[in-house]
């Protein structure tokens, strides 16, 4: 196998059933898991977790060994190597529902090349439900079969569902007209954190809207919507792989009118 090529889905199956096990050790037990906090923008908790910390590491390994000439970008310890191959590891995103108990974290697994995120995953071991993308297709699967991902077209803003993790934002970012959006879809939810993307690739939501998301937040997830006939952007309107205030949108005539009205109310 050539180092310098793209990997295959299957070794996306293979890393997240490394992170799988790991966190799932340290799952709905009583042990006290937080270790860090890393309070961010608009959030004064932001926890990290050994489960964080064990899970990335033992990716990293096994990335070490099969590819060892991919340069890996981490959420716990940074970046490692060079070369236009770049594996992007968010070991559990969506740690506070962790602690929670709550089964609406992930293991996230993204390849960029040459800067452009081109494969991702999203497995939530827990439940068995994983989403994944690759140049071919995005696809999903679970207890309940295996199926490809297509979003949602043709929609109307008046009968579009929002979501966006959190509230605690939406004030202290006046120039994002969030409440403006609010105010002209069917619906908003709350709390989803990366599920509300898969499910936005899966057809169930229209728009997700993040105001402060780092790079290994969204990469694995951009090729998931984008092979799911989504669109993925910052507020500006570009490529989302730098992070920052992120939309996604099912329907790409949608996310137009969607940008619009979040930079101009």
């Known amino acids: 196998m050539s180092h ?33 906090n890393k309070p961010k923008a608009n959030y004064r908790f932001d926890p990290v977790t050994q489960a964080d910390r064990l899970a990335e590491k033992c990716m990293r390994e096994h990335i ?8 890996i970008m981490g959420e716990e310890y940074g970046i490692t190597g060079d070369g236009s191959i770049q594996w992007v590891l968010d070991p559990i995103d969506g740690t506070r529902p962790f602690l929670c108990g709550l089964p609406l974290w992930a293991n996230l697994i993204g390849v960029t090349e040459n800067g452009k995120s081109v494969m991702g995953m999203m497995s939530q071991p827990y439940i068995g439900e994983r989403f994944w993308a690759d ?6 699967s679970s207890a309940h079969g295996q199926y490809r991902l297509t979003t949602r077209k043709n929609i109307q803003l008046a009968q579009a569902i929002l979501h966006t993790t959190s509230p605690e934002p939406i004030s202290s970012r006046p120039d994002i007209h969030f409440m403006a959006l609010n105010e002209q879809v069917l619906m908003t939810r709350y709390g989803g954190e990366c599920y509300a993307m898969a499910m936005l690739a899966a057809g169930r939501i229209d728009i997700c809207v993040e105001f402060a998301l780092e790079p290994y937040d969204i990469i694995p ?5 984008e092979q799911a006939g989504g669109k993925v952007t910052t507020l500006d309107g570009k490529r989302a792989e730098g992070g920052g205030a992120v ?13 619009a009205i979040l930079n101009n109310g």
């Open 135 to 140: 140049q071919h297709g995005s696809w999903t």
């Open 247 to 259: 939309v996604a949108s099912g329907c790409p005539i949608l996310h137009e009118h969607v940008l």
């Open 4 to 36: 310098s090529q793209l990997p295959d889905s299957f070794f996306l199956h293979e890393l997240a059933n490394i992170a799988g096990k790991v966190s799932l050790q340290h799952y709905r037990t009583n042990e006290l898991s937080v270790v860090e």
């Open 221 to 225: 997830l951009i090729p998931i919507i």
């Open 64 to 71: 070490a060994k099969v590819y060892p000439n991919h340069s």
